[in-house]
């Protein structure tokens, strides 16, 4: 009947397979493919990246965001600065960055000077 992946939903007569959250419904509608998070907007334009600043990491049924070293996830699945700063200037890699005195987020285009 349904894939592992699906729920299966009695009918009159017949039966419909559901996907879980993270699959989508494969070319047959009795089984379920995963869904690619990282990569879903580059086919639709409506949906953005879920990592923006960090590294998308996709698994089945879903997906994780990781920070490169010296930052970590926070709201929104962005990266902020681990250690803060006390100065922020000149263009950085897009990554935002937060001020362990203040709280303050600085704008994404300054970086981190200590």
């Not at 953005?48 to 996830?73: E, M, T």
């Amino acid at each position: 009947m349904c894939g592992r992946e699906h729920t299966c939903m009695n009918t009159e007569g017949t039966y419909v397979c559901n996907c879980g959250p993270g699959y989508q419904k494969g070319e047959n509608e009795r089984t379920c493919i995963d869904i690619d998070e990282c990569r879903a907007h580059e086919q639709d334009a409506s949906l953005r990246q879920p990592c923006s600043d960090g590294i998308c990491i996709n698994f089945p049924g879903g997906f994780s965001c990781q920070c490169p070293d010296g930052f970590r996830l926070g709201r929104g699945a962005r990266c902020y600065g681990k250690y803060g700063c006390s100065m922020c200037c000149q263009e950085d890699n897009g990554l935002l960055l937060e001020d362990v005195n203040s709280g303050r987020l600085w704008p994404i285009e300054q970086v981190c000077i200590r």
